[in-house]
């Protein structure tokens, strides 16, 4: 286990530690000289980091995606921590263990597994349970249920964060059905298979990204293709029941804008819609208030999916229960005008609000 974590890292500290590089940009000085910018990480987060001298010497010795040592300085510029590199080498792969820089979901994957078999194996539609026990049962599918994303950056996006994100659907599945009296075996039966084309879309062996696979069809595609092979193996397969699962896997993202070819027709479709995209939207927030960078302030950063700033509530109450004084509000010029919303496309997320701008993915 490598030490310490970025996580760790004290304000106007030396910090030494091996890193994963998730950009590089090679950029100019006034007098002409060249410097890093990086983004660097390991599993606990993500920091900024510049270096400015004896850049010539290391610039093309790495690559993104690489492991690299660094040795530098942490400060603070624009509210947020900051790296100064001082000196730096790449690592070897066999340097490494890639555990300590990928982020994983908090539950052991083998047991959240064992949980998400229990809800199927509970299942009372014996079609529905034969469709979803055919595509858990495919080795190749389970070990990559078990170990990709749900997204690339915005929701559940670490290791098991597609299984974490299922699971806690089947849970709120079972609670809704029970309180609108719909049917449960179906809402499953579209936890389970909504978002299983990501295990294919996305790619995850190092930093996360999109496959070629995934930026030509996209993972509901990709996903009725996986349900059609499993279907060639049920003949018994009532039609008019594979219509409805189909159509909850296209129908997920809820509107056309946001990349669903039709939108929810039926109680089960819409309902799934909204517990697929509170279930996403929750953990975003969460994870944006864990992992948030700004230093002062009650509030993190803005989050363009979110469409907003996330308050760090128990920053905000403690600071009161301390007695704090509270900062100043932020001001907001009047008679500004607003910027435009960037132009969100559906390819990061499972709803509408959490698709990521077209140049954050290309």
């Known amino acids: 286990m490598k030490s310490p974590y970025i996580k760790e890292a004290e304000i106007n500290r030396n910090f030494t530690t091996s890193l994963l590089v998730r950009s590089k940009e090679i950029r100019e000085k006034k007098t002409g000289e060249p410097y890093l910018s990086l983004s660097l990480s390991d599993r606990s987060g993500e920091i900024e980091a510049k270096m400015w001298d004896n850049v010539a010497e290391v610039m093309d010795t790495f690559e993104r995606d690489d492991f690299v040592k660094v040795k530098g300085l942490i400060q603070i510029y624009h509210n947020r921590p900051q790296l100064t590199i001082h000196k730096m080498r790449r690592l070897e792969d066999s340097e490494v263990d890639f555990a300590d820089y990928f982020p994983a979901a908090a539950r052991d994957p083998e047991e959240m ?43 559940h996006a670490c290791l098991g964060g597609l299984l974490e994100h299922v699971l806690s659907l089947c849970q709120l599945c079972r609670f809704a059905a029970q309180h609108y009296q719909v049917d449960l075996d179906l809402l499953l039966a579209g936890a389970v298979l909504h978002d299983i084309g990501k295990i294919y879309e996305l790619s995850y062996d190092r930093s996360f990204g999109y496959t070629a696979e995934g930026q030509l069809l996209g993972h509901m595609v990709i996903g009725l293709r996986i349900v059609a092979d499993k279907l060639a193996g049920l003949p018994d397969f009532p039609p008019r029941l594979r219509t409805l699962v189909e159509h909850l896997i296209v129908s997920h993202h809820g509107r056309y804008e946001f990349g669903s070819p039709k939108l929810p027709q039926f109680p089960e479709a819409l309902l799934f819609h909204y517990l697929d995209d509170m279930d996403s939207k929750m953990e975003c927030m969460r994870s944006l208030v864990e992992h948030d960078r700004q230093v002062e302030g009650y509030f993190t950063g803005f989050n363009a999916s979110l469409e907003r700033m996330v308050l760090k509530k128990a920053k905000f109450m403690s600071a009161e229960s301390n007695g704090q004084p509270s900062p100043p509000p932020v001001q907001v010029p009047e008679n500004t005008p607003a910027s435009p919303a960037p132009k969100l496309l559906p390819k990061d997320a499972s709803h509408p609000l959490f698709a990521a701008p077209a140049s954050e993915d290309s």
């Open 113 to 155: 597994w064992r949980e998400l078999r229990g809800f199927i194996s509970a299942m009372s539609d014996a079609h529905l349970r034969a469709l979803v026990e055919a595509a858990l049962d495919d080795p190749e599918i389970a070990a990559r249920f078990r170990k990709a994303p749900a997204a690339k950056q915005i929701h």
